[in-house]
């Protein structure tokens, strides 16, 4: 049982980055699948949350119109799609899924965990 995160890497401010979060072993259209980061001096924090019905919502301020996510069964895979870049972006992003709650804010709820993917923008 797995999750695999990957996609990370430089960017320039202002830029785009495509991540994705893998599942092997399990069936990951059963779970809320959510992204939390921490950046450099930062406590972790959810970014955001895509539905067992691929609904989304933001947990981070400031990703409305930044972040989008699909998710495809067929590959049991999660693909947040972030836009506009800032610097303040910058931080190791992990993806992880829970079976239980609905778009939880709360890591400890979380039943995977991916390892970590890192984003940095910068110029």
């Known amino acids: 049982v797995q999750l695999q995160a990957s996609g990370g890497g430089l960017v320039q401010p202002g830029g785009s980055l495509r991540l994705s979060c893998a599942a092997s072993?399990?069936?990951?259209?059963?779970?809320?699948v959510a992204w939390f980061r921490q950046g450099p001096g930062n406590e972790p924090e959810g970014v955001s949350c895509?539905?067992?019905?691929?609904?989304?919502?933001h947990f981070a301020d400031g990703m409305e119109g930044r972040l989008t996510m699909s998710r495809t069964n067929a590959n049991n895979t999660v693909y947040p799609q972030m836009s506009n870049l800032r610097p303040g972006d910058t931080a190791v992003y992990y993806c992880?899924?829970?079976?239980?709650?609905?778009?939880?804010?709360?890591?400890?709820?979380?039943?995977?965990w991916g390892q970590g993917t890192l984003v940095t923008v910068s110029s």
């Open positions: 895509i539905s067992r019905d691929s609904s989304l919502t």
């Open positions: 992880a899924a829970n079976v239980k709650y609905i778009f939880s804010s709360d890591s400890g709820r979380y039943d995977y």
């Open positions: 072993g399990f069936t990951l259209g059963y779970f809320d």
